[in-house]
């Protein structure tokens, strides 16, 4: 395949993750404001079709094409020592890694107590105790910022690392600040069913 073509995947690729990871933040956003048990089952499940249809694919086209293009058109492994590629590169590997263990478990946890506490009619006490859960809150609401984070790295291209540190800190700490006060205006432990 030639440039134009794997920069057209890279691209659908990126445009498939980022409108799945804005459809799982907006039905998460969703759930934490919901109290009645089958509504939040809705919000959820929508979490997981956004997760399944476009977050996953999204991120094997990402990476499938991050691969040809990195060795095709920037010289090979060669160019992980430029700070813009080798800063994509670790943070694509660090939020699919992320992604698909800490995030992704977490969501599908969710989902399956859900299910169990529906036949019950109410939020159990393992579904409230999981809706609470600072890390995988933490995580989540890393995505965005570190995608936004590859993607400035991707246009701006710099060569030195001042912008993946600064960018990696103002993710981290908007991430811990969203961890925060998300779980304050919203309270899941007071859902009723």
Do not use: C
Request: net charge positive.
């Amino acid at each position: 395949m030639n440039y134009t073509l794997w920069k057209l995947v890279h691209l659908l690729g990126l445009t498939l993750i980022a409108g799945g990871l804005m459809g799982v933040l907006v039905s998460d956003m969703r759930s934490r404001q919901l109290q009645v048990l089958t509504s939040f089952a809705e919000a959820v499940r929508n979490i997981a079709v956004f997760y399944d249809g476009l977050v996953v694919p999204g991120a094997i086209l990402l990476g499938a094409s991050g691969i040809a293009l990195v060795h095709e058109v920037h010289g090979g492994w060669q160019s992980l020592r430029e700070p813009w590629v080798a800063g994509m590169v670790g943070l694509f590997l660090f939020e699919f890694i992320e992604g698909n263990t800490i995030t992704r478990i977490y969501f599908m946890r969710l989902r399956r107590l859900t299910q169990a506490a529906l036949p019950e009619g109410r939020f159990t006490p393992a579904l409230q105790s999981a809706r609470a859960e600072r890390l995988s809150t933490f995580t989540h609401f890393l995505d965005l910022p570190m995608l936004l984070l590859i993607v400035t790295l991707g246009v701006v291209r710099p060569d030195t690392w001042d912008l993946f540190l600064a960018g990696s800190a103002l993710a981290l700490l908007m991430a811990g600040a969203l961890t925060v006060l998300i779980p304050r205006m919203y309270p899941w432990k007071q859902a009723v069913s």
